[in-house]
């Protein structure tokens, strides 16, 4: 019995780690994947442990038989398994919320979802203890054994980590792996409760597998969000993707769903957003400046394609080299998107920073949308990735980074420009009307400003410029700003990027002002 016992801590720890990271999944869909949502998850996981090892440990005493623990483990695998069905109409509640800011129903939808978990992995933190107390044979030997119990349990928890993760949760979904995990270890259950009480004890039990069986049923088929105008959703083992049709566009939205990462429309390519001034950039150059001037452009988050589909409408078909971890929104971007009719489109499955430092190739452009809201990753924000960017940019090459802001709160676009200005000479930024985004420019070469004035002027009189690159510029120059306050460097030592943007998140958020942006 012993090793069967082994065993169950073994499944247990794995599915204690799995609940967890498959919990990240089940939030981050409607309420992303901030550190701050990672923070309440994880806090409140080892809230609910610490309180089944205390409730195991007097359990175990008051009845040390090894078929009240698979009762429990019996009950911890069920509420498991029941807690995507019940989440999920919370969550949808949530989500429409989300759409309309409406701050309480959030708050309240996600408070309710992290406490849903405290059942099961309070009941699946009682384990540890109570095999501990099952295996105690020798006093002796009591340091040995609850050594053993609790190196197999993180084994299994090590395990835990990755097959949510990477196996099950791109291939099934978030909720049909609280399915698989919570199943397996009720039948790990049932059997140690057959072999410890007997089969007739264990019967009633199987009550269990037939309502989580009727539960799948009846939610088959229903969509994670059902977001109207919705044409596809899918989870990928970075993402929650969701493709809306708006009209005449098509949208990729993504997690929380808070920002629109691409557009697309065949028959319009100005949208409202950051994505057209990116092609503003080299304009910022010595002058005379022309489209020709530009032969390579590289995106680093590329998405579904946005801004290539007009950077080939603007420059013709020069190479463009687009840097997207997630591979199945480049799947989304060739299938919703018109990606794959960008033959000068060359995607790349692989991390921005990484992609760019071993490219072989030199940009006239380098554009950086790498949001994933709240944040823009942090190794991306570095005064050293900005150096290699400085290397891969032609001798009239332009950075160019999207970066967000908040009514009266410009703290990251003054580290990040400050940071950026260690390397680059001249340094340009412009508000994007009627969003809480901002484009920084930076040139390779010294510049000034009203180069950008005399490239606009040329480019209107010249007759043959694109009007998606006159209207850019055209902003660009309008809605321009007076410099920035020095501030933060940031290193890959210490990048404060998630401090900075939870301390304007949680200010602009209890001042109140949220309803402001509906």
Known sequence: MRKYIYFTVFISGMTTLAAELSASRLIGNVFGTSNLVWAAIIGLMLLYLPLGYTLGGKQA???PHAK?????LAWGAFTLGIVPFIANPVLRAAATAFDGLQVGV????????????????TLLGMISPYAIRLSMDDTEKAGKISGNIYAISTLGSFLGTYLPVLVLIPTVGTTKTFLIFS????????????????????????????FIAILAIFDSGRGIKQ??????????????????????????????GQGVHSVYDPDNLDYDGPWSQFLVGPFFNTPPRATKDVKRIAIVGLAAGTFAQQATAVYGDIP????????????????????????????NAEDGRWGLAHSPHQYDIIAVDAYRPPYIPWHMTTLEFFEIAHTRLSPTGVLTINVGRLPGD????????TTIAQTFPSVY????????????????????????????????NSGDTHPLLLDATQTAWTYRQEGYENSTIFTDDKAPIEWITNDMILGFMLGGDVESLQ
């Open 106 to 121: 959030m708050m309240g939808a996600f408070v309710a979802v992290l406490v849903l978990f405290s059942i099961p992995i």
């Open 68 to 72: 009240s623990m698979y009762k429990i």
């Open 410 to 417: 410009r703290r990251l676009i003054n580290a990040m420009a």
């Open 61 to 63: 005493d008051k009845s």
């Open 183 to 210: 199943l397996f270890l009720l039948f790990v259950a049932l059997a140690g409760l057959a072999k410890s009480a007997g089969t007739r004890k264990m019967l009633p039990y199987l009550l269990m597998v037939v």
């Open 429 to 460: 930024i412009m508000d994007i009307p009627y969003t809480l985004n901002s484009i920084i420019y930076a040139t390779k070469q010294p510049t000034n400003e009203d180069f950008l004035s005399t490239n606009l002027i040329a480019l209107t």
């Open 227 to 256: 977001t109207e105008g919705q044409v596809y959703e899918t989870e990928s083992a970075y993402n929650y993707i969701e493709v809306l049709q708006r009209g005449s566009e098509t949208h990729l939205r993504l997690n929380d």
């Open 320 to 347: 463009i080299d687009g840097f997207e971890i997630d591979p199945k929104i480049i799947e989304v971007g060739n299938n919703y998107f018109g990606m794959d009719q960008l033959n000068n489109l060359n995607a």
